[in-house]
């Protein structure tokens, strides 16, 4: 049975959510204080807008942890900002999620513990903070998605207003078969507006990264009018019935370039469900390239730091009005790209200090370097 204030609600067939994924939680959390609470901003920048635009639910398509390593004090925040949002909404939304590759991943030992079967969401779950959809696809058609049970905190599938939403677990990166059984297993004419929440990636979508290909995906079409996805961390959508919004915040380099965010949509009934899908860009840190060259094969451990704090000056007095005007007010990541001539063996960078004595002295939360030389000797023949 659903809880009395949708109940309630039921009355109207309209309604909206909005939906995300990747929010990777749990990043950058042993090397960067300031980058790890960069994504639990952001999933509390998704909660604050869900607020804002008076949402029914919120969708999150996996890996909304990073990996099954947490540490207490990251754990206790997150927990925090999801009681905190209950308590101002009055629970009135409904977080739900399923489990990404990521949500099953033990990072360091690079094991995976899906035959474990254990996940933060499952602890969230577990304490009600937030709904986990885990259909068991082995089971008849007609018991593959039970309905949520608000008591025992699991189900496959749950209706909020005239939506339902269903959802499984991470299913591999191949899952053509699964994706015949799910669709066996959603109710054909129930007039109800159909959501799928899914963790896997097309192919074609992102260069170089596999994905199923989309006529295994077609199949679904007849059953449903969203399919909401995760994995892709670059954002997408296809024939206005598959969306994927992209990771919340820059997980790795390649994310600062992707075109990412989340989705907010509004259903309207009018003899038939009509749907308004609206891109929204989350205020994530951002990031600043520089790049510095080395002219000459330094020979002293001293000028070398010298030359590349000199030259960063020199750059960044350039950009200055871009390190102000901008409307996040958090110091920028910066990606230091340094070539030219090979230092001489006693001088080789030590990056995680270069880091720390940039960070002391420049407004950057922290340094990523990327170090490509010509060798010396080459160098010099080449200009005899
Ligand atoms: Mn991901």
Redesign the pocket.
Known sequence: MLPKIYLEKQDSKDFSFIHA??L?LGSHQYRNEERANDFINAFEEILTLAKLNEVDFILLG??VF?SLEMLPGKLTRIISVILNFKKSTQNQIQIIAIE???DIRKFSLGVRFRNRGQSWLKLLASLGMLILLDADLNASPENRFTLYNFNTNSGGKVQIKNAIIYGTRYLGENPKEELLKIKEAIEKNDGLFHILLQ?FGIEGQMENVPGINYKDVECLKERINYLAL????LQFTIKNWIYNPG?SEA?CTSDFFFKRGIFLVKVSYDHGYKKEVKQLKLLNRRAVWINIYFKIPFQNKDHLKEYILKMLEASLKKQEPLLINHRNHHKPCLFLKINGIKPYKGCKINEKELNQVICEKFPFVNVKIYQKFTEPIKSIIKYL
Request: proline content about 0%; aromatic content about 6%.
């Open positions: 994924s990747d990777h996996g890996d990073t990404g590759n990521h963790h995760g994995h892709f961390h990771s997980t």
